[in-house]
């Protein structure tokens, strides 16, 4: 059984950081895509940062890039966001998933999110 569970989240004032972790479970980690997403209220869901693991290739959203990094521990099969110079317009709540497929396609299986709240 597939499970992604996502902690860290919080609240903290605009300039702040906060570290994502996204804990997985139930798969192989041979060729995936594990992608970070958010939806604010009232908005879209947007992909925040993916990555996949066969080649290593990293897509960040253009309103992030330079303050988000991705990354995982391959032994702990946890991925983890780490936003940097948060601003208000990043209080979202945040998603981490995977896609079994392109880090552009279908993602399979989602976490329950954990909310982030920047204030000004």
């Known amino acids: 059984q597939v499970q992604l569970v996502e902690s860290g989240g919080g609240s903290v004032q605009a300039g702040g950081s906060l570290r994502l972790s996204c804990a997985a479970s139930?798969?192989?980690?041979?060729?995936?895509?594990m992608g970070w997403f958010r939806q604010a209220p009232g908005k879209e869901r947007e992909g925040v940062a993916r990555?996949?693991?066969?080649?290593?290739?990293?897509y960040y959203a253009d309103s992030v890039k330079g303050r988000f990094t991705i990354s995982q521990d391959n032994a702990k099969n946890i991925v983890y966001l780490q936003m940097n110079s948060l601003k208000p317009e990043d209080t979202a709540m945040y998603y981490c998933?995977?896609?079994?497929?392109?880090?552009?396609?279908?993602?399979?299986?989602w976490g329950q999110g954990t909310q982030v709240t920047v204030s000004s």
């Open positions: 998933a995977v896609s079994f497929g392109s880090c552009q396609g279908e993602y399979n299986y």
């Open positions: 139930g798969y192989t980690y041979s060729s995936n895509c």
């Open positions: 990555w996949h693991t066969r080649g290593g290739t990293i």
